[in-house]
């Protein structure tokens, strides 16, 4: 059974379509990457997933529920969690009040979810009382992964977690996003550093102009001689 | 008599709503055009008002001037100066977010208001500013009627003499004289407005408001000088907004702070542009005709409550016009005539 | 001279501290609303008027009238939002900015109507002042000011220890995140009303024991609101506070020297001169 379906979707955001009948699927444990160019719908994807764009046909399931039409308040209750890219902390509030606003859905005691999060990113823990809007970008990155984790998601949505982030931070990401899933949670992501993502996979999907080109896994895309000449830089 | 007074009545009502529709058209240059929030009509009104009365009425030792000059300078000065306050405000907040421009619009009104009330020399105060001449009020008298009369057939001319001299003739030049010249002044300068306006909006630099409406980013990228383009559309709309004050002093002959209170001068304007439909210029007039129709059909309350109640029944009619614009919001954002390529902002 | 200085430098004091519950109020709904609430001095005067009912209906005293006032008030919000501003909200920000005009509107004509246009006050006669050296000091100021202390106190809790005041400032931090969070945008908009609708009836009747009742009191109290809220930087309720007591004391200070009936103007050249040099107010925030 999968985690994530999506199947023949087809829709945008109000104007014109962005996507055109785009299949994907995320099993439970994986880590899948969508990669692509400039424009192609990768993240507008990836909000189809959550509620964030107008479908116009196909379907969205979630654990076999379809969850096409749920706006993402409802979806977060089913155990996705998902992360912008950009404006993804609450800047005038405290490393610890942003988790707790990630958690404001749960009505049991988060403080053993909290303890979980400050061991994945000790960083954190360390600053649980700065306001995040003084951090730098990795560790509002980080901040931002906490905030999503709080509700023990059964799928984590990354849109290009390591866009504007020095390449050691962009290491440290990786390495976290594979010790989250290690916990057992599916990560679907976008990435613009479609080398280094790829490397951490299980599977890819290549997207252009909003419909499916390649899927395969993370090592034979990175194999394969079309999609590295395209996104690759060679 | 019965008829003179529903036709004194009938000039009266159409005079008011031709100034009422001067003043929704200007507010349609600020907010149709450019999206612009102006809660201070009443103000950049007062001031047109102030200033026209000021320029035409004869010297007078309570207020400033009066310097009796022709009612035409009159209406051009209202709008210079309506204008001139409109760039000072304009220049403060243009760069800002509209919600900026709608407080500062709500202060200067307040401000205008108090300096009317308190600052005697300049408007004689709370006791107002008197006999504001009619504009042309003398064209049309016993003598000039009775002049044309004479370029009839004689048997017709006869009669219309003589109905002239009785009692409805009377009746009838009295509303001739003043009131109907009034009507006709106002929609001679409701018409220049509406030119005015419908020309900016067909014109380039009405393309360009739009466009800064729909997507100001855009047309910042486009390289066009977006605070300026927004701020010749406020200034203008105020100058139109000050050729209404003019229009109503020199139409009512008096005026005094009392009447530029933000309901009058402000909330009902607004109501006639949402009602009509923002943006368009027909949308407008209509608006400002069938508002006025139906504040003036609710007069009815009062009577119908009587002298007693009359202020119970002032505010019912208010509160009336109040829900009606939020149904009207709701219901038919567009308006009654909407912009064309502008459907509901559903 | 000094002893005159400080006597109106308390009535400043006083009127910031009515101007402040306004300017909360103002800021946050802006803050999570995203639009200029005109009819909150309205509201204002709508709380003063709840209270006056008790007060010669019932023959409550004022203190203990303002606790149904604050209830009503905050009803009064959350039914306006409901049944108006939510049906608009989809629409862009300036529609509701006319909304609440016209809601500003409509109400003070109720107003009118159920209490009477005239100058009302709630205790008859006046009051016998406290003499503190040479400053003369009304037992209503103290407790305007005292009053205004404690609910700042309140709200300030409010806004970092409860579950519900942390989102509000989530949702006025970042309200697309606050939504894929699963906050509960309506359940926290309808807080935010409640909040900010028995704020302002306190700063209503805290006013009308000031001055006196009058349909118009909100209308005319409504733009220094908004000066003390833009000084503090619109959004931000603790700037609020600052801008609030910036406000009232530069009013009353300004009648040392200029006609007292140009109090308005002073907030008013206070805000425009804040809009020149920063626009964001007095205090940086996050943007």
Redo the contacts between chains.
């Keep these: 059974m999968s985690l994530l379906t999506i199947e023949g979707v087809t829709g945008g955001y109000g104007g014109a379509d962005i996507l055109h009948g785009v299949d994907l699927r995320v099993g439970p444990g994986e880590i899948v990457v969508i990669i692509g160019p400039n424009g192609a719908g990768k993240s507008t994807l990836m909000k189809a997933a959550f509620g964030l764009v107008t479908i116009r046909e196909g379907a969205v399931l979630f654990e076999r529920r379809d969850i096409t039409r749920l706006r993402p308040d409802q979806i977060v209750r089913e155990g996705v969690s998902y992360v912008p890219q950009e404006r993804n902390v609450f800047p005038s509030m405290t490393v610890h009040e942003n988790l707790e606003m990630g958690a404001f859905i749960r009505d049991d005691d988060i403080r053993p979810q909290l303890d979980k999060i400050y061991d994945l990113f000790p960083r954190l823990g360390e600053r649980r009382d700065q306001v995040a809007g003084s951090m730098s970008g990795g560790e509002r990155q980080m901040l931002a992964m906490g905030r999503a984790l709080m509700l023990e998601p059964k799928l984590l949505l990354l849109d290009e977690p390591t866009a504007g982030l020095s390449p050691l931070f962009m290491d440290q990401t990786f390495e976290r996003i594979q010790s989250i899933n290690r916990t057992g949670i599916g990560i679907l992501m976008v990435e613009q550093n479609a080398k280094q993502a790829l490397a951490i996979c299980d599977r890819g999907y290549v997207l252009t102009m909003g419909r499916n080109r390649v899927e395969d896994t993370g090592a034979s895309l990175l194999a394969n001689k079309d999609v590295a000449e395209m996104f690759l830089g060679g | 008599m019965e008829w003179a007074g529903l036709l004194t009545y009938g000039v009266f009502f159409v005079t008011v709503a031709g100034i009422y529709a001067v003043l929704t058209l200007g507010l349609n240059v600020q907010f149709g055009f450019t999206?612009q929030?102006n809660?201070g009509i009443a103000g950049f009104f007062a001031v047109g008002a102030y200033t026209s009365a000021i320029l035409t009425t004869a010297a007078s030792d309570h207020h400033l001037g009066g310097f009796g000059l022709p009612f035409p300078i009159g209406v051009a000065g209202a709008m210079v100066a309506s204008a001139l306050v409109a760039v000072v405000i304009g220049w403060?907040?243009m760069?800002?977010r509209?919600?900026?421009l709608?407080?500062?619009t709500?202060?200067?009104a307040?401000?205008i208001r108090?300096a009317l009330?308190?600052e005697e020399w300049l408007t004689n105060g709370v006791r107002g500013v008197p006999a504001i001449p009619r504009p042309f009020s003398e064209t049309l008298e016993f003598d000039t009627l009775a002049g044309l009369a004479g370029l009839l057939p004689d048997p017709l001319e006869a009669t219309v003499l003589e109905v002239l001299s009785g009692p409805l003739g009377a009746a009838v030049l009295e509303v001739l004289s003043g009131p109907l010249v009034s009507l006709v002044v106002v929609l001679v300068f409701l018409a220049l407005a509406w030119w005015m306006v419908e020309r900016a909006r067909v014109s380039p630099w009405g393309r360009v408001l739009r466009a800064i409406r729909e997507n100001e980013d855009g047309v910042r990228a486009a390289g066009k000088d977006v605070v300026r383009c927004r701020l010749q559309a406020f200034v203008l709309g105020s100058a139109i907004m000050g050729m209404a004050g003019a229009l109503y002093a020199n139409f009512v002959g008096f005026i005094s702070p009392e009447a530029f209170l933000?309901?009058y001068g402000t909330?009902l304007v607004?109501?006639m542009l949402?009602a009509g439909g923002a943006g368009n210029n027909t949308g407008a007039l209509v608006g400002a005709f069938v508002i006025w129709l139906l504040w003036s059909a609710t007069q009815f309350l009062t009577d119908a409550l009587g002298a007693e109640y009359a202020?119970?029944a002032?505010?019912?009619r208010?509160?009336l016009?109040?829900?009606l614009?939020?149904v009207i919001?709701?219901l038919r954002?567009q308006g009654l005539v909407p912009e064309n390529g502008r459907k509901g902002?559903? | 001279m000094l002893m005159d200085f400080l006597q109106v430098g308390l009535y400043g004091v006083v009127l910031g501290s009515i101007l402040t519950l306004g300017a909360i109020g103002v800021s946050l709904i802006y803050g999570i609303l995203r639009f200029a609430h005109f009819a909150h001095g309205d509201l204002m005067a709508l709380g003063a008027y709840f209270a006056l009912s008790l007060v010669v209906g019932l023959g409550f005293p004022v203190w203990a009238s303002a606790p149904f006032a604050i209830v009503a008030a905050a009803l009064a919000a959350i039914a306006i939002d409901q049944i108006v501003y939510r049906r608009l909200r989809r629409v862009e920000p300036v529609i509701l900015l006319i909304s609440s005009f016209g809601i500003a509107i409509a109400l003070r004509s109720i107003i009118q109507l159920v209490w009477g246009p005239h100058n009302q006050v709630y205790v008859k006669g006046i009051q016998m002042p406290w003499r503190v050296g040479d400053l003369i000091v009304k037992p209503d100021h103290v407790w305007i000011v005292l009053g205004a202390v404690v609910l700042v106190i309140a709200l300030h809790l409010f806004l970092t220890r409860t579950k519900t005041g942390k989102a509000m400032r989530a949702m006025s931090d970042n309200m697309d995140l606050a939504l894929v969070s699963g906050i509960p945008a309506e359940r926290v908009i309808m807080a935010t009303w409640a909040v900010g609708g028995g704020l302002a009836a306190v700063a209503g009747i805290f006013l009308a024991m000031d001055t006196r009742l009058h349909p118009v009191m909100g209308w005319s109290v409504l733009l220094p609101v908004f000066a003390a809220a833009i000084l503090g930087g619109i959004g931000r309720p603790y700037g609020a506070i600052a801008g609030g007591m910036v406000i009232g004391m530069a009013m009353e200070l300004s009648t040392m020297i200029i006609d007292p009936t140009y109090k308005p103007a002073v907030a008013f050249g206070l805000m425009v001169l804040m809009l020149i040099v920063r626009p964001q107010g007095l205090f940086k925030g996050n943007a």
């Design positions: 999206g929030i809660i403060v907040t760069r800002l509209t919600d900026y709608a407080i500062a709500i202060g200067i307040e401000i108090l009330k308190n933000p309901l909330f607004w109501v949402i202020t119970q002032g505010a019912l208010v509160l016009i109040g829900v614009l939020q919001l709701i954002p902002r559903h």
